[in-house]
């Protein structure tokens, strides 16, 4: 089955470290894959996205995320961690259709 | 910058009754969507909505879903009798148009979501 997998549901970084968040996507043909972030009461907010122009995005506020498909993964980083980056993480991909596939989430904490 | 809107921001409801979520997606974006939140699970996709009517709904969108759009703006979602494993975070999404196998591979837009909570 086509599935988004998100390992870590928990990520704590200090600040100024490198952020590193997985993403794994199972599927015989590589989807479009995005990454959403969520802010305390808001909405999903599209940080980047996967469209096979290139393998290494750039997306918003610092962060990329490079598409391997070889590892079937879209891990998003950021070289340093800031106060603002704590917020829930999503990975998304469309299989095929219109429907975004979510993961779990990951919720960044970033250590002062 | 456009935005979609979602009310209410909360809703409370009795067990049994019918709600109405409401969006108001981005002006010119053709694709809607709705997709939910139980507390503690991912986010799931339950319809999606192209040219008044819908494209693909998931397992989840039984008889007691309902989406329309009443005018050139507005984007609800009916729960027709709401049950307690109803309770979640709803969120109200929207893509423009563009190339390719419709709504394929585009950028949706979500709303803040509207928390529903059947007592």
């Known amino acids: 089955a086509q599935s988004v997998t998100q390992l870590g549901s928990h990520v704590s970084v200090s600040e100024g470290a490198l952020v590193l968040l997985r993403c794994n996507y199972s599927?015989?043909?590589?989807?479009?894959l995005f990454w959403y972030v969520q802010y305390p009461n808001q909405g999903l907010q599209l940080l980047l996205k996967?469209?096979?122009?290139?393998?290494l995005v750039k997306g918003i506020n610092g962060f990329e995320a490079e598409f391997k498909k070889s590892e079937t993964s879209f891990h998003l980083t950021k070289p340093s961690a800031h106060m603002s980056d704590a917020a829930e993480y999503f990975c998304?991909?469309?299989?095929?259709?219109?429907?975004?596939?979510f993961g779990t989430g990951t919720r960044l904490t970033i250590i002062p | 910058e456009p935005e979609v809107t979602q009310t209410p921001s909360h809703q409370v409801t009795q067990m049994g009754q019918e709600v109405i979520l409401r969006c108001v997606p981005i002006?010119?974006?053709?694709?809607f969507y709705w997709y939910r939140q139980i507390l503690g699970q991912k986010v799931e996709f339950l319809v999606s909505?192209?040219?008044?009517?819908?494209?693909?709904k998931s397992e989840i969108f039984d008889d007691q879903f309902s989406v329309e759009r009443p005018d050139g703006s507005n984007f609800t979602l009916k729960i027709r009798s709401t049950k307690l494993e109803d309770s979640a975070m709803y969120f109200c999404a929207s893509s423009e148009p563009g190339p390719g196998l419709a709504g394929l591979g585009h950028i949706q837009y979500f709303g803040a979501g509207t928390r529903l909570s059947v007592l």
């Open positions: 909505f192209y040219n008044n009517e819908i494209s693909e």
């Open positions: 998304a991909a469309n299989f095929g259709n219109e429907k975004l596939t």
């Open positions: 002006s010119n974006h053709l694709y």
């Open positions: 599927s015989s043909v590589p989807p479009y």
């Open positions: 996967y469209t096979s122009a290139a393998t």
